[in-house]
Nanobody, 123 residues
Framework: QVHVVESGGGLVQAGDSLRLSCAAS????????MGWFRQAPGKEREFVAA????????SYADSVKGRFTISRDNTKNTLYLQMNSLKPEDTAVYYC????????????????WGQGTQVTVSS
């Protein structure tokens, strides 16, 4: 059984920064592609960023490119999302996903999910 827990969300002002963390346990962390998704009120969950097993393959949604940075520390079984220059439209519940066998931009590509962490950006 894989256990995934996100942390680091909060209420910030536009232009501020936040760093989300995701701790995963129960399987070999470095075996999996990992990703961040988000779901805003009234909207479907959407892809934010993904990172390959070794951290060398990375992709971002156009809406966050240049502002967000995904990274992972396989020695600590932890995934990160550094979010800079936050905008009100970044307000959402952010989800960590793991269990990906191949690089994927869709929810179906991941087997294990956290409960989400709320990020609220005020204008």
């Amino acid at each position: 059984q894989v256990h995934v827990v996100e942390s680091g969300g909060g209420l910030v002002q536009a232009g501020d920064s936040l760093r989300l963390s995701c701790a995963a346990s129960g399987r070999t962390f470095s075996n999996y592609v990992m990703g961040w998704f988000r779901q805003a009120p009234g909207k479907e969950r959407e892809f934010v960023a993904a990172i390959g097993r070794l951290g060398t393959t990375i992709s971002y949604a156009d809406s966050v490119k240049g502002r967000f940075t995904i990274s992972r520390d396989n020695t600590k079984n932890t995934l990160y999302l550094q979010m800079n220059s936050l905008k009100p439209e970044d307000t959402a519940v952010y989800y960590c996903a793991t269990g990906g066998r191949v690089f994927s931009y869709t929810e179906a590509g991941y087997s294990y999910w956290g409960q989400g962490t709320q990020v609220t950006v005020s204008s």
